[in-house]
């Protein structure tokens, strides 16, 4: 790892979470995709950007698993 990177520990709860406009799951390519367009932000921020796109994702959708994030960002 290099200085400034982050790290991801997660649970499947997020991606599996039932939501859009087709109330399909979101899959892991769509969490990933947003953890990279999200990881240069400061981590309260990218905390926001999760609650945020989550609850839009799901609408009214009730959710389906627990849901866990961890990020790390290495000093630097």
């Known amino acids: 790892a290099q200085s400034g990177d982050m ?14 406009s087709g109330n399909e799951k979101l899959k892991t390519q769509n969490f990933r995709n947003l953890l990279q367009k999200i990881c240069i932000l400061p981590v309260q921020e990218q905390k926001e950007q999760l609650n945020t796109f989550l609850a839009e994702w799901k609408g009214s959708t009730e959710q ?13």
């Not at 389906?64 to 000093?75: A, E, H, K, S, Y």
């Open 7 to 20: 790290l991801y520990l997660f649970s499947d709860g997020y991606f599996s979470q039932f939501g859009g």
């Open 64 to 76: 389906t698993d627990d849901i866990l994030v961890i990020g790390v960002r290495f000093p630097g």
